[in-house]
């Protein structure tokens, strides 16, 4: 059990991370039990905000991020919004142009009496930088070119910016090409140019992905019976960066095979496909043959995903002692899907 003193030491340590910094303690035991009464004063609030930026930053922006402080005079003091509200303008400059932003120095003066703080943050910019070239590494059964097929955010001579390494780092990733993929400015193999913006390379760190991939299972199901099946995947497909699946299950009373083929994207981020199917059933007495043959084109846009598909399926039916009948039909569909993620990397809304 702490004592009295260390017990009002800690109270006061958590009010005043809430601004609450001339706070009275009473404290009394009764029947072996201690009593702590306190009163935590006035709340400090903040009188006056002085927040510098150095560096070659534009007067337009410079005034936003001051005017954007996230802890103006007239609001409650608290140690939380304090570090937010200096962390903000940091990741605010670092996030754009300036990727060697840092915090100098900053300084909370609180006067208890008057209920009152003084917050100062002195922000050094440091130098304008823009993308340079893109520099790959890990590449061995791929061409630089692949890479360059998936970059639509990342150009050459445009203003840094983090979101910017963050959505081809989340491209790379979700590709069947590559386990795993790291974007990042090369700070250190920066060129200063004649307006002093500095040109630094962007590095494209890459692991590939298995270039074979075979599974295999069985089971039991109760509609179609005992099954054995096995898959196989490759990313690099005649040496030509086609992402094949393709399966068979064999089942007692059904056997489907297929293969389905994607494409890298195109010049106009279009990512073309095609498969095929075959499936044979016979439940309940009806007997089916089915064959279907598919293209597909995938274009993202923005947040919205666009697929234009078309697909001819030929089936035979029969059913027992009868005459086979045959169906054919050709389907074409539309699809758009509509993603909106708090986080590329790390998504939890």
Do not use: C
């Not at 009496?113 to 917050?119: D, F, I, S, T, V």
């Not at 097929?149 to 780092?169: F, H, T, V």
């Not at 199917?277 to 043959?293: A, H, M, N």
């Amino acid at each position: 059990t702490p004592t009295p003193q260390r017990l009002q030491a800690m109270l006061a340590e958590m009010l005043a991370t809430e601004g609450y910094f001339s706070p009275t303690f009473t404290v009394s035991e009764e029947d072996g039990v201690r009593h702590v009464h306190f009163d935590p004063g006035p709340r400090t609030k903040v009188a006056e905000v002085d927040v510098t930026i150095d560096g070659p930053l534009a007067a337009e922006r410079r005034k936003n991020l001051i005017d954007h402080w996230a802890l103006p005079t007239g609001h409650p003091f608290r140690q939380q919004d304090w570090s937010d509200a200096k962390q903000q303008v940091l990741s605010r400059l670092l996030s754009v142009a300036h990727a060697d932003a840092r915090l100098v120095d900053s300084e909370a003066a609180i006067d208890p009496e008057q209920g009152q703080a003084q917050l100062k943050a002195h922000y050094d910019a440091g130098p304008a930088y823009r993308f340079g070239a893109l520099r790959v590494t890990g590449l061995y059964r791929y061409p630089d070119s692949l890479v360059a097929r998936y970059n639509r955010s990342i150009k050459a001579g445009d203003p840094y910016e983090e979101d910017k390494l963050a959505q081809l780092q989340s491209a790379l990733t979700a590709t069947p090409y590559f386990a795993s993929a790291r974007v990042s400015l090369d700070r250190d193999d920066a060129v200063v140019g004649d307006d002093g913006v500095r040109t630094a390379p962007v590095n494209v760190d890459i692991d590939e992905r298995a270039a074979h991939r075979l599974g295999f299972g069985g089971g039991f199901s109760s509609n179609t019976g005992a099954r054995v099946e096995a898959s196989y995947h490759t990313p690099n497909l005649f040496n030509q960066a086609w992402s094949l699946d393709s399966g068979v299950r064999i089942e007692q009373k059904q056997q489907t095979a297929y293969a389905d083929v994607s494409l890298p994207p195109d010049e106009r981020n279009r990512r073309h496909g095609f498969g095929v199917l075959v499936e044979k059933t016979d439940i309940q007495g009806l007997r089916v043959d089915r064959e279907s043959i598919g293209v597909q084109t995938t274009q993202q846009r923005g947040s919205v995903e666009q697929r234009l598909s078309l697909n001819w399926e030929h089936e035979r039916e029969r059913p027992d002692g009868g005459s086979w009948q045959t169906n054919r039909a050709l389907v074409p569909n539309v699809q758009w899907i509509w993603r909106h993620v708090d986080n590329l990397l790390d998504p939890r809304q």
